[in-house]
C-alpha cells in the first residue's frame, strides 16, 4: 500500500515537473533554439554541462559568411537565409541583453593564389551573378591588385587575383553568446549551467527526459544541441544513427592600435577578422586527427603565423595576445543532423555544424521551432536527416 502510494506521488512529481522542451548543450544552437522556442511560447529549460557560450562557439572567428554560390542542396538556402535574419536578429538580442554584439557587413576580399582558386572564384562569380546588395553591387566581383589595395591598403599586393565579398559579415561570438544567454533568461528559459546529460530516459520508443549529474528532467521534446559531444554518452543506436566528430580549429589573436584591415581577408584556407578594437584574430587550422584535444601546437600557430604575415605584413611587429582552440563538431558527411532521431520519438536534433554553426544557427533554432510547433518546417531537410546513409561527402563552407 505505501509502495503504491509512493509509486503515485514519484508520477505526480515526475509529471508537474515535465516541461514543454529540454535543451542538450548551451552553444550558439542550443541558445538561439532555446530562444526560439520561448518566445514561442513554450516553457524551455536547457542544460549545459559547463558555462553557456564556452566550447565551440567562443572559439570561433565569428564570420558571417554567404555559401557557395555553386552549390545545389537545400542547405544552401538555409544558409543563405540564416545570413539574411543576421541583423535583425543582433538588434533584438542587443535591445534585450543591452550587448552589443559588434555585428558588421564589413565584407571580405580573397587573396586568389593558385590558378585553381582564381578558377573556382571566376566560378563563384558567374554562379552568383544575379545576387546583388541592397545597393544593387553585385555580391561577388573579380577586382584588380589596385582596387584590392585601395580597399584594403595593407595587404601585401602580390597575389595574382582577387575577389571581393560584399555579403561576409562578423559578429563577436563571445559577446554574441553572452547576448543570447542573457535573452534567455529575460524571455524566461530556465539555464542550468553545471548539468552535464549522462543518459536518456526511455519508455518503449519514447524519450521521456534525460538524467543528469543533478537528478533527472522530464520533457515533451528534447534538442540534441551538444556539439561535439552529442554521440558521446548517447546510447549505442543513436550513435550510430548520428554519428557526430570533433575537428579541432586553433586560433590566434593580435592586437594592434587600429587593424590594418577593415574586411575579412581569405588565403589559402586562412583568414583575418578585425574587431572594433583593433585586435585581429588569425585562423584557422583544421584538425580532424586532433579528436578532443584543444592544446594549441607550434605547427598549428606557425602555420597560421606564416598565412597571416603573407598577407598582411605589417602585421610582424604585433603583439600575441592570445591563443586558443575550438572543436567544431561534425558528421561523416559535412552536413548537420537537422530533425527529429528515427526510433527516439520526442527526440530532434540540431548538431554538427562543422564550420558554419555560427551562420546557419539562427535558421537551424528557428527550423527547429516550426518542427516542435507544427511537425513540418519551410526547408527541405531530408539531406540533413538522422539516420541518413553516408554515401557521398559533400562539401562544407567558411571557417
Ligand atoms: C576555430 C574555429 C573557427 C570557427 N569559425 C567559424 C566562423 O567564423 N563562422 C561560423 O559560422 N562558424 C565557425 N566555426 C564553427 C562554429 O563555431 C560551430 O559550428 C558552432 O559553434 C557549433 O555550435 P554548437 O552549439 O553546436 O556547439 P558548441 O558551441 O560546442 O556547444 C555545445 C555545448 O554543449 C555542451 N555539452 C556537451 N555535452 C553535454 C552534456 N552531456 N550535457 C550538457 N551539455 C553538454 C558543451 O559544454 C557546449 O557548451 C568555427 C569553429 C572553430 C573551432
Redesign the pocket.
Known sequence: MLCEAEDLLKKAVTLADTVDILI????????TTALSLRQAGLGVTL???????????????????PPDPTREDPLFHIHTASIERYPALCAELQELSGVDTEYAPCGAVDLLTTEQARLTAERNVEAAADQRTPAGEPILEMVSAERALSLEPKLAGDAPAYQLCRRTA?AR?PRL?EALRLSCEKVGVVIREG????AFLMAGDRLTG?R??DGDHHANHTVL??????S??APPALAEMMPVHP?????VLVRTDKAPISRVINMEGA?L?PRRDGHVLI???VEPEAGFDKRNTPKGVNTLITHALRMVPCLADAPIETM??????NSPDGQPFLGPVPGFDGLLA????????????PMTAEIIRDLVLTGDCAFDILWCKPGRSFGCQVHAD??
Open positions: 542538450i548543450g548551451g552553444g550558439i544552437v542550443g541558445l542544460l549545459e554541462r559547463g558555462r553557456c557560450g564556452r566550447e565551440a562557439s567562443w572559439a570561433g572567428a565569428g564570420i558571417i559568411a562578423v561570438n553568446l548539468t552535464a546529460v549522462v534525460v543528469t549529474t544541441c551538444a556539439g561535439a559531444w552529442s558521446q554518452w575537428v579541432k580549429g586553433q586560433i583568414y577578422v585562423g584557422s587550422t586558443w582552440a575550438g572543436l567544431r563538431p540540431a548538431t554538427a555544424h562543422f564550420r558554419s554553426g555560427l551562420t546557419t544557427a567558411a571557417q
